[in-house]
Nanobody, 121 residues
Framework: QLQASGGGLVQAGASLRLSCAAS????????MGWFRQAPGKEREFVAAMSASGGTIDYADFVKGRFTISRDNAKNTVYLQMNSLKPEDTAVYYCAAADRTYSLSKGEYAYWGQGTLVTVSS
């Protein structure tokens, strides 16, 4: 089970840190990803980390602004979001895949409930 939290309403340029707490299984055994879905749009890839933690990738539109990280002791994955823009407004989902690494949302079998991030201009 994945529980996402940390969303909220912020102004453009602000920062937020999303958390994804996992229960039942260790996050270090799964590829972990963050995805987002804006109103009227499809869910899209934001960031991913391999099971080993050694491989990380980001969507081009968040590179240099967002950072994915993991705390194995807390069994939690984070998404640090800096320099937020109004176009970052979306529901953010964390997900886990039974793979060492994946960028494809179709390969993620386990999803959290989502947390809403709203960025005002």
């Amino acid at each position: 089970q994945l529980q996402a939290s940390g969303g909220g309403l912020v102004q453009a340029g602000a920062s937020l840190r999303l958390s994804c707490a996992a229960s039942g299984r260790s996050v270090s055994r799964y590829a972990m990803g963050w995805f987002r879905q804006a109103p009227g749009k499809e869910r899209e890839f934001v960031a991913a980390m391999s099971a080993s933690g050694g491989t990380i990738d980001y969507a081009d539109f968040v590179k240099g602004r967002f950072t994915i990280s993991r705390d194995n002791a807390k069994n939690t994955v984070y998404l640090q979001m800096n320099s937020l823009k109004p176009e970052d407004t979306a529901v953010y989902y964390c997900a886990a895949a039974d793979r060492t690494y994946s960028l494809s949302k179709g390969e993620y079998a386990y999803w959290g409930q989502g947390t809403l991030v709203t960025v005002s201009s």
